[in-house]
Every structure is written in structure tokens, then in C-alpha cells.
């Protein structure tokens, strides 16, 4: 039995291979193919007599190469489908990132930060700092307005000016 394996690997490996990679492409995957399908003729010789040993290894041959096959478009399938999701995130994240705009992101934060940290300043601090920065109008003038002297004015707007130094240190380096 074991000669018999001998003789039909000398006369059909060969043309065997060929067949095989013809359809699949792949040296080592013929190799595997043909040997599978060699072993499995062996197989069936053993257990039963066959009348044409070489037609039943072509059909041996070309149901393994085609399981092979269905399975590669099968693999080549999932990696295009994951290949497209990725270019499709990419795309995304390409997009989310363009569309970005961090000098809006920082003033909507920025101004979010003032306005807290003036809302915390007494009422009369926080008034003096909207009269000068948001009307611009002159200390002396604030002074008159609130019958002020000048220096309680620049009191109450270095209190301000700090606070929002302490409140926004962390842009500071934005702002340069």
C-alpha cells in the first residue's frame, strides 16, 4: 500500500501542481493543496478500489483549490470592507480635524472664564472694569461718572485685571 502511494505521488505530483497553481497563484498554497489532496486519494485507495485513481484526484484537486479560492474572496473581502471603513474614519477624522477651529474653541471657553470670574468681583469692581474695557472710556471719566477719585478707579480695575490674570493663566500663553 505504501509503494502504491509512492507511484501515484511520482506520476501525478507534478502535473498536479501545475493544475493547482494555475487557479491559485500561490506556490506553497498548491503545495498544500496538492498534498491534502494526495493524501486524501491515498485515503480513499485504502478503503475502496478505485477504477481511475488520476480522474478522482482532478476532482480531489479541484474541490480543494476551489474550497481555497471561495475562501481567499472571502478574506479578500473582509480586509476591503476593513480597508474601506478605515479610509472612511480617516476621512472623518480628517474632516472633524479641518473643520476645527481652535481660536473659536479658546474665545467661546475664554469668554466663558470672564464672565465667571467677573461675575464673582463685587458689583462695583465689575462695573468699573465694563466701563473701561467694554465702553472704553477713560478713568478720569469713570471717576467723574461714579464720583470716584482716579486711584479708587484703578483700585477697582487692578482688582479686576488681576482676578482675570489668576482665572485665565492657564491661556496666557495664547494671548503671546
Known amino acids: 500500500m505504501h509503494q502504491l502511494f509512492n507511484d501515484i505521488y511520482r506520476r501525478y505530483y507534478q502535473k498536479a501542481i501545475l493544475f493547482v497553481k494555475s487557479y491559485v497563484r500561490d506556490e506553497m498554497a498548491a503545495e498544500d493543496i496538492v498534498s491534502e489532496s494526495m493524501v486524501s486519494l491515498w485515503n480513499m485507495l485504502r478503503n475502496e478500489t478505485v477504477a481511475n485513481p488520476q480522474a478522482l484526484l482532478l476532482s480531489i484537486l479541484k474541490n480543494t483549490a476551489l ?100 482665572a485665565l493663566k492657564d491661556y496666557m500663553t495664547l494671548f503671546f
Open 67 to 166: 474550497n481555497y479560492l471561495k475562501h481567499q474572496a472571502i478574506r479578500q473581502e473582509v480586509m476591503e470592507n476593513v480597508a474601506a471603513w478605515a479610509v472612511s474614519d480617516l476621512r472623518h477624522r480628517l474632516n472633524t480635524l479641518e473643520a476645527c477651529d481652535p481660536e473659536e474653541v479658546y474665545t467661546i471657553e475664554i469668554t466663558r472664564i470672564v464672565e465667571k470670574t467677573l461675575s464673582s468681583l463685587s458689583p462695583q469692581t465689575r462695573r468699573v472694569f465694563e466701563m473701561r474695557r467694554y465702553d472704553t472710556l477713560p478713568v478720569k471719566k469713570i471717576a467723574e461718572m461714579l464720583s470716584m477719585p482716579p486711584k479708587t478707579i484703578e483700585y477697582h480695575l487692578t482688582k479686576a485685571l488681576k482676578a482675570l490674570h489668576i
